[in-house]
């Protein structure tokens, strides 16, 4: 099979490629990128100066299958991310029951050569049932193919089995995925510790609630010589806690979300669930520090931390919901509105942080175009449009971007050479 995608403008950080020219994918390859005529046999697709990305790669869903598939499930969820230009997910292990042994991962990946629509690498849980009590079997999960460990959800609290964890994963060249959040200091909060809490009379989240863990994990990762990653982070001490990291030397990396960026604890309307995320809206101080953490270097990729609810789990206030809401379908759309118009940085850096550089920190042969690499790629249109939940592929409607006005829509997306995801008009 040969396809011609004639005038696009690519993006390709990886390559150094910013430019309007021809790609010719073959079985599955990026075959030629330049410009070119058409072959004999070859489909042609005209592209029509719309941008062309290597496939986005979210480091962090949840695609709450097994047991929870009333709110996803592995070709729902596939299909949310094909929708929003991503072509490789890695799915976090809170699933019922856990994500915690080979058996349960190597199920997981026969499953979704059949049932998802793009790649799918696993996440194992560290803590057998995440209970935080017993290590996994890390050899064993590692040997099935899970991509790295995470006890996303919570925070390992023991911190010598956590260490003794992430000695094991060093040992494996395994990367370790952390959710900081110190337990005891979270208590009844829902929602960031300050004004709008205060305003709510609703309980809040304090930043030490991040902070504290962020702090012990990046030291157990300097002490043990593990790849330490570090999720969804939202505050300003984190941010500078990961620059003293690299600058210390320590193998750690760390991802920001779409929704922590655009919106901060300001921008919540009322006692509205769709506003209920873990970690919470913070501080516009703690939104401008991170988005400018990411602009720096500092912070390294983009993920959704995509969470899907159903409408009835969703439809309370801060204390009647559960934490979450779903990102695959508006990512790129909030980012490059955000950070891209808003003057943070340019497309081809934006790229690189939902892309290369998570390719980069996975250990994956992906986020790229360049001639030989596999034809994993989306396609959008920069023109306005409004977010309609009602049109998602995922199960999850919970949102609060619905009817928000934004730029970059993703149009089509490409697996392995095939198109899994055309826009409807």
């Keep these: 099979m040969k396809l011609l995608l004639k005038q696009g403008h690519l993006v390709d950080p990886a390559a150094g490629v910013d430019e309007i020219c021809d790609i010719l994918v073959e079985d599955g390859k990026i075959a030629a ?3 070119l005529a058409t072959p004999q046999g070859a489909e042609l697709r005209d592209c029509g100066g719309r941008y062309i990305f290597p496939g986005l790669i979210d480091m962090h869903v949840h695609l709450r299958d097994p047991g929870l598939t009333r709110k996803e499930t592995l070709t729902t969820g596939a299909a949310a991310a094909a929708a929003g230009g991503y072509t490789t997910i890695c799915p976090m292990p809170n699933t019922c029951p856990a994500t ?52 996303d959800g919570k925070s390992v609290m023991d911190i010598r089995l956590y260490r003794e964890a992430m000695k094991q994963a060093k040992e494996r060249d395994m990367l370790v ?4 959040e110190e337990k005891q200091l979270v208590g009844n909060g829902v929602i960031n510790a300050g004004a709008k809490a205060e305003e709510l009379s609703i309980p809040g989240i ?3 609630v991040e902070d504290v863990i962020a702090a012990r994990d990046i030291f157990l990762a300097g002490e043990t010589g593990a790849r330490l990653h570090l999720c969804h982070c939202t505050t300003k001490a984190t941010v500078g806690l990961v620059k003293l990291a690299k600058e210390l030397g320590y193998s750690v990396t760390a991802e920001v979300c779409p929704h922590h960026l655009a919106l901060c604890d300001e921008d919540i309307p009322g006692d509205d669930g769709s506003y209920k995320m873990n970690p919470p809206l913070r501080s516009r101080e703690d939104m401008l520090a991170v988005r400018q953490g990411l602009a720096d270097g500092i912070m390294d990729v983009i993920s ?16 009647g919901t559960p934490f979450g809401i ?3 379908e508006t990512s790129f759309a909030l980012c490059y509105t955000t950070l891209v118009r808003g003057g943070y940085m340019t497309l081809s850096k934006l790229i690189s942080c939902m892309s290369a550089r998570p390719a980069q920190i996975l250990g994956i042969s992906r ?8 034809a994993d790629l989306c396609i959008a249109d920069l023109s306005e449009y409004e977010i309609d939940p009602e049109r998602f592929a995922s199960k999850g409607r919970n949102t609060p971007f619905g009817g928000r006005r934004v730029w970059g829509k993703i149009t089509a997306t490409m697996v392995n050479g095939r198109f899994v995801y055309e826009a409807q008009p």
């Design 33 to 35: 990128v330049g410009r």
């Design 100 to 151: 915690d042994s080979g058996e349960k991962i190597a199920a997981l990946l026969a499953r979704s050569q059949k049932e998802a629509c793009v790649n799918i690498l696993p996440i194992s849980a560290v803590t057998l049932d995440q209970a935080g009590n017993e290590l996994v079997d890390i050899a064993s999960v590692k040997r099935a193919g899970a991509i790295g460990l995470s006890e």
């Design 177 to 180: 995925l952390a959710h900081c």
């Design 206 to 208: 304090s930043n030490a």
């Design 304 to 319: 959704t931390d995509h969470a899907p609810h159903t409408a009835e789990e969703k439809a309370g206030g801060f204390l």
């Design 326 to 328: 779903v990102g695959l």
């Design 367 to 374: 986020g790229t175009l360049a001639v030989g690499s596999t």
